[in-house]
């Protein structure tokens, strides 16, 4: 109306973007998945990993695309122990050892980590998994050349990231090219076959 005071218009509303898909729980979640991608192409299944093997990955993969972690640890967690069953004695490292960890029953005494500190118990356990993202970095780069696998640049990085491990500990630099390889696996590595199914029975 006349002699009204003029009035800033309305603020337009900013919309929201949605959020990058890399926050730390989904990548320590591909950390596992193309490991294991890789672990169940190698010679020793024959091209044919049993189901007990493919069916988790498989269930996993499907939830983590799904956005559903909490399923795809648990399915993760659920093939670190077919893993562990004695009836694979002949995975070779570092791929053996992304079976679920069964420690022997000992004294807190023989415990390294018994007198340290939370945050230094903290730091041991980040130090070895980098390590062991590092050596399953490193064996899935020298399986690949052996089998005709293409991962780009992101096979060359690897030897800095053990310089920089040693140099700096588990540091955001040393993932990086970790994390960019394990992205070339879940591209260039397909997932093993579903494992087939029995017909049904037909009529009597």
Not at 23 to 48: I, Y
Not at 57 to 66: C, I, M, W
Not at 119 to 144: I, S, Y
Request: aromatic share 6%; no cysteine.
């Amino acid at each position: 109306m006349p002699g009204a005071p003029n009035k800033p218009p309305a603020p337009a509303e900013v919309p929201v973007l949605p959020t990058a898909r890399s926050d730390p729980v989904e990548r320590k979640l591909v950390r596992r998945l193309a490991p294991f991608r890789v672990a169940l192409r190698l010679d020793l299944w024959k091209g044919s990993p049993h189901p007990d093997l493919t069916t988790p990955l498989l269930k996993a993969e499907a939830a983590f695309a799904q956005g559903d972690y909490p399923t795809t640890q648990t399915h993760l967690d659920q093939l670190a122990v077919r893993f562990h069953e004695p009836r694979w004695p002949t995975i070779p490292e570092p791929f053996r050892s992304l079976r679920v960890e069964i420690p022997a029953p000992q004294p807190p005494a023989w415990d390294p980590d018994a007198a340290a500190t939370p945050e230094e118990r903290g730091r041991r356990k980040d130090r070895r998994e980098a390590e062991f993202q590092l050596a399953l970095a490193e064996g899935t780069v020298q399986w690949a050349a052996g089998h005709g696998v293409d991962l780009g640049a992101a096979a060359g990085p690897i030897g800095p990231a053990r310089v920089e491990l040693q140099a700096h500990g588990a540091t955001d630099a040393f993932y990086a090219p970790i994390d960019a390889l394990w992205a070339a696996v879940r591209t260039q590595v397909p997932l093993p076959s579903a494992p087939a199914t029995k017909p049904p029975p037909g009529p009597a």
